[in-house]
């Protein structure tokens, strides 16, 4: 039972994969209002194979002001699942108010998932070329 429930769960996340890499954009994305400019308490998420995130970082603080922490999301990608729907669910809790990333299209589906599946919802999600995908939650 379990070797099949993975297997429909990694089947989920290839075929999602596949839809965002062929509309090139994020299918969730809602229209909800993002944390006021200065009042910002965020996480930016990056995949460490896409090198370091400190120039998304950079354009994150030059554009929205606030305190901002990074957190790479590492291992494999069942890994990347729980990482994320933990920072997710500690960010709902908590006094984050804004949850954004750059990662690759693999991970990004994972994240999606993990949060979706959480009952989250997406500001934005663009693709930033090549396998590039930059996304912000709603927290």
Request: net charge neutral; charged share 15%; hydrophobic share 45%.
């Amino acid at each position: 039972m379990t070797s099949q429930n993975r297997r429909s769960f990694f089947k989920t996340i290839f075929a999602a994969g596949a839809a965002v890499a062929v509309s090139g954009t994020g299918t969730l994305a809602g229209s909800a209002q993002a944390a006021q400019a200065g009042a910002i308490d965020g996480i930016c998420l990056y995949a460490p194979g896409l090198g370091t995130a400190s120039q998304f970082v950079e354009t994150m603080r030059k554009s929205a002001p606030g305190t901002w922490s990074v957190q790479p999301l590492a291992g494999s990608l069942t890994d990347c699942y729980f990482q994320a729907a933990l920072l997710f669910e500690d960010a709902r809790k908590g006094k984050t108010n804004t949850l954004v990333g750059l990662l690759d299209q693999a991970s990004f589906v994972v994240v999606h998932e993990a949060i979706v599946d959480r009952g989250g919802r997406f500001h934005y999600v663009t693709n930033e070329g090549g396998d590039r995908v930059a996304f912000s939650v709603e927290v």
